[in-house]
């Protein structure tokens, strides 16, 4: 019943916005769920934050595509417990591999895979590097403390509109 809740809220956050991204793409550890794969058994149960399916839902629903985009030394483990949740199929594009790179190399490759410019994207992670490193690339970025929620999906989509009307600004003058 929670789910359906934040689905439905998510989705009244989502109809706010005219300028929506065409992709949100997520970390996974402290992002979608809150612990390291690499910590954990492929024999285990994972489960997400508590806002995180609603949110995915809602994205889904309206028609943005999601991807991942996560450093994890174990895209093993990664991919069986997105399957093991049922969301695996979810995402356009799943960048899960062990990088030095701040993510700029998983960014590279969700691009060429999508086609999505930076600009139309919208970033959630843990880790101010990555926020820090993939707002360069003109990525609407969000930094999260404690997993992805209703707030901080509100703050994304009002950055990415704030960003979208100043980008538009600078294309007429």
Request: aromatic fraction near 10%; charged fraction near 25%.
């Amino acid at each position: 019943m929670e789910e359906e809740r934040v689905k439905e809220e998510a989705l009244q956050i989502i109809g706010v916005f005219q300028a929506l991204p065409r992709l949100v793409v997520f970390d996974l550890d402290y992002t979608l769920w809150p612990f390291y794969c690499e910590c954990r058994s492929k024999r285990e149960m994972p489960c997400l934050y508590p806002h995180a399916m609603g949110i995915l839902k809602a994205l889904k629903d309206k028609g943005i595509n999601i991807a991942i985009a996560s450093r994890s030394p174990t895209p093993d483990i990664a991919k069986t417990f997105l399957d093991k949740l049922g969301i695996q199929s979810m995402f356009v594009a799943q960048e899960i591999f062990s990088s030095w790179t701040h993510k700029t190399e998983h960014f590279q490759r969700i691009h060429r895979r999508t086609g999505v410019t930076f600009k139309s994207m919208l970033f959630f992670d843990d880790e101010g590097r990555n926020i820090e490193a993939v707002s360069k690339m003109g990525v609407t970025s969000i930094l999260v403390d404690n997993g992805v929620n209703l707030e901080k999906l509100r703050s994304g989509l009002r950055k990415f509109a704030l960003a979208s009307v100043s980008c538009n600004r600078k294309q007429v003058e």
